[in-house]
């Protein structure tokens, strides 16, 4: 991002020719080009799934504008490139046009221009009908615009005063429904859906044995017998009107909720908690949320989502889950609040913090600070040494923090020389620079293991044992070292609960021998069922972008190759295992690398492992497994198209009992059972079910006395069988009768 040093100067020269240029008065309204993007991050999709470039038009008029006739063009020499229909665009509405090359112009249909828009030296402008007129224009031949880059957007600041509106407050009217069977799909989310049949009541529904919840229900909410016992899930459909869509600059919605949900605006999942990825009529939560903390309400931020809304009708509508149907109530309730922009002005341009197509922009940005460098690296230490941070970009502030919380515009403390490291510290450091977008926030565990070892956590007996004591700093570099650094302190509390809810984490893989690892933010929470809310937990790092990478990219399993599945290198979610858990005797870290690597050895699919040893916030924390979640995602690293395309399963306790289909919509899977349940099942499933995989599985789980559980994916659509992976080898090779 080097060369955005320059953009300042750019922007400032091109603020001038944009603002009079890029505002046209028609017979009916003032149009602009408001936003564009050259490189696609992924910030919004086309119809066929693809992520093209795109350019939003703004009508800031009194009026609605006819489009007929205007072309869109990305040279200077061809005005009339690509012509747009008869498209009525209203007095502060929003027009996007995909600029994909597709050349799609039907009326009421998806736009898309017969060309893209280049990262470089690109010229963009929006001409009347007269064919020679320029209404909005970003760019020229003696003006270029900055470069662009990879899910950054470019455009107009829109400001404007703002009001605080509640478009669903509790006890609004709603319809609810305990689902019976599948056969909704999920229709339901729908606007148009006829849920005429359904209950009516009002928000927020449920049922309580007790009495914690009943002030909580609406009209006709406390669903009692309809679902206690019935089903983990509950579907609910809440209708509410928008009187003016895009000018909702803030989407947020608040849920009260026992114990999971996934929620649905205008039919698309817009915010979950301790959901499976993909839900089912009978779904379960992933986790508990405590009922002190159900009858409060929690924020989900959904504004990336407000172009969704409709000018006029709209449905939310929530899947509300809880972790058993014997489970003692179940709660959701919930409000959606959004901040509208009232007289609206445009500014100047800029690159945008974040890609608002179809939405009012936030402020613009002359640049971005370029990223934080330190002067040594992460890894392990044996004596004191000074450590620089420094940043290319001329007069950026650079602020740092030791303690591992995040350095912030008032947080941390200002860098202005070395910084003395004398032993295990974080150190994490941001820069910024007014009229630039900041840089996220760059941590480096640097690690003593001399002094590690003297650390409260680490027991004496021991540290000081005249065995073991002289082979532990040895032995802390024997294994790759994983360094997760949280604000959130309640995952140093060992006897805590299970924290589901995912946190801003830093995650570093640091090699003993000075291989290059990674530094990634992301979402931290435990996993795992019963059994393992013990001292040493399960810990999940999920990758989204809201964190920070959609994805890790990084080979965390190089050098345990496979002939017949080299592991991935890209990654959604990864594993750090306790091996502690579901045994009197805890501490049971082969049993579960010996299955899944048995299971690869015999040309399986399954996850790969390998051993590490965690720190949390600088605190040893053990040796972990370090494992690849069977999902759909592993799914499509392996067997190639996209996680949508896979359903996974959990089971437990046996073949059809308790299970979970916790990615994909279940079909394949219930096909599968189907014929299963017929006579010659093999015969009859031999499309459905790998049968030399699952004989594998077979002789691992029987002669191990494996529990009776399981975890299994597959694909209809790209016609992979159903594979299986031994999900609970805690016990292997224990006593008999479990398998």
């Known amino acids: 991002m080097d060369s955005l040093l320059t953009a300042s100067l750019i922007a400032r020269t091109l603020a001038l020719l944009v603002l009079s240029l890029c505002a046209f008065p028609t017979a009916h309204g003032v149009l602009h080009i408001t936003e564009f993007m050259a490189d696609n991050g992924g910030s ?42 008869a498209v009525q665009l209203p007095a502060g509405g929003f027009l996007l046009v995909f600029a994909s090359g597709k050349n799609r112009s039907g009326a009421g249909s998806e736009l898309h221009t017969n060309f893209n828009i280049a990262k470089a ?70 606007i148009g ?64 909720y026992d114990d999971g949900f996934a929620a649905f605006l205008n039919g698309v999942r817009v915010a979950v908690s301790n959901s499976p990825a993909s839900t089912t009529w009978n779904s379960k939560a992933t986790g508990n949320h405590a009922d002190g903390d159900a009858t409060t309400f929690k924020a989900f931020n959904i504004t990336a989502h407000a172009h969704l809304l409709n000018t006029g009708a709209n449905v939310l509508a929530i899947q509300g889950l ?78 740092y923090t030791l303690d591992g919380t995040a350095p912030s515009r008032t947080r941390g403390k200002i860098h202005s020389g070395p910084i003395k490291i004398s032993g295990t510290t974080i150190v994490r450091a941001m820069a910024r620079r007014p009229g630039f977008k900041p840089t996220n ?70 090699f003993p021998d000075g291989t290059h690892g990674f530094q990634e933010n992301g979402g931290l929470s435990n996993y795992g069922g019963r059994y393992t809310n013990f001292r040493k937990k399960n810990f999940r790092v999920a990758f989204r972008s809201k964190f920070g990478a959609a994805k890790l990219r990084y080979p965390i399993f190089d050098g345990y190759e496979y002939s017949h ?39 399986n699919i399954a996850p790969h492992g390998r051993f590490v040893h965690l720190y949390l916030n600088g605190n040893y924390w053990g040796q972990y497994h370090l494992r690849e979640r069977w999902s759909a995602d592993m799914a499509s690293s392996y067997f190639g198209g996209s996680e949508d395309d896979y359903e996974a399963v959990n089971a437990n306790d046996n073949f059809r009992n308790d299970e979970n289909v916790y990615d994909g919509s279940g079909q394949f899977w219930s096909e599968t059972k189907r014929l299963l349940s017929r006579p010659n099942p093999f015969t009859n ?41 031994v999900k609970d080898a805690d016990g292997f090779l224990r006593s008999p009768g479990h398998s």
């Open 565 to 603: 599945y080299p592991p991935a290198e890209d990654f959604d979610v990864i594993n750090l295992r306790s091996g502690s858990h579901d045994m009197s005797s805890r501490g049971a870290y082969m049993s579960n690398r010996f299955t899944d690597d048995s299971m690869l050895d015999m040309g």
């Open 44 to 85: 919004r999709l086309d119809s066929d799934g693809d992520a093209s470039d795109w350019i939003e038009i703004f009508n800031s008029g009194p009026d609605t504008a006819d489009l007929n006739g205007y072309f869109l063009t990305d040279e200077e020499g061809a005005m009339t490139k690509w012509q747009l229909p």
């Open 685 to 725: 499933a031999a499309d459905h079910i790998d049968i030399a995989n699952i004989v594998d599985f077979m002789l691992l789980w029987v002669s191990g006395n494996s529990e009776s559980e399981f975890r299994a994916f597959g694909s209809e659509t790209r016609g992979i069988q159903f594979k299986f992976m």
């Open 322 to 399: 809880n972790t058993s149907m014997t489970s003692s109530d179940m709660l959701i309730s919930p409000e959606l609040h959004a901040v509208r922009i009232t007289d609206p002005s445009i500014g100047g341009p800029g690159y945008l913090g974040t890609p608002s197509p179809g939405t009012f922009n936030g402020d613009t940005f002359d640049g971005f600070v370029s990223d934080t460098k330190f002067s040594v690296d992460r890894g392990f230490f044996k004596t004191p040494f000074d450590v620089r941070i420094t940043t290319d970009t001329v007069d950026a502030e650079i602020r």
């Open 441 to 510: 926030i760059d941590t480096h565990t640097y690690l003593f293991p001399a002094d590690v070892m003297t650390q409260p956590k680490m027991r004496t007996t021991i540290t000081r044992s005249g065995v073991y004591g002289p082979q532990m700093v040895d032995s802390f570099k024997a294994v790759p070292t994983i360094s997760l650094v949280t604000p959130n302190a309640a995952f140093l509390n060992e006897g805590g609960s299970n924290i589901r809810e995912e946190y801003q984490t830093s995650i570093e893989m640091i």
């Open 193 to 256: 859906f006829d849920d005429a049949a359904w209950d009516e009541v009002a928000t927020g529904v449920g049922y309580d044995e007790n009495s914690t919840y009943i002030p909580e229900f609406g009209a006709g909410g406390n669903l009692s017998n309809r679902l206690n016992n019935v089903n983990t899930s509950l579907y609910l459909r809440v209708l509410f009107d928008v009187a003016d869509a895009p000018a909702i600059s803030e989407l947020t919605l608040k849920m009260k």
């Open 121 to 190: 030296g690109e010229y963009l402008a929006l001409v009347a009908p007269d064919g020679s007129t320029v209404i909005a224009e970003f760019g020229s031949a003696t003006s270029p615009l900055p470069a662009q880059f990879e899910g950054v957007s470019y455009g107009l600041m829109q400001t404007g005063n703002t009001k605080t509106t509640i478009l669903i407050p509790s006890g609004t009217p709603a319809n609810a429904l305990v689902p019976a069977d599948g056969s909704l799909g999920k229709t339901w989310t729908r």
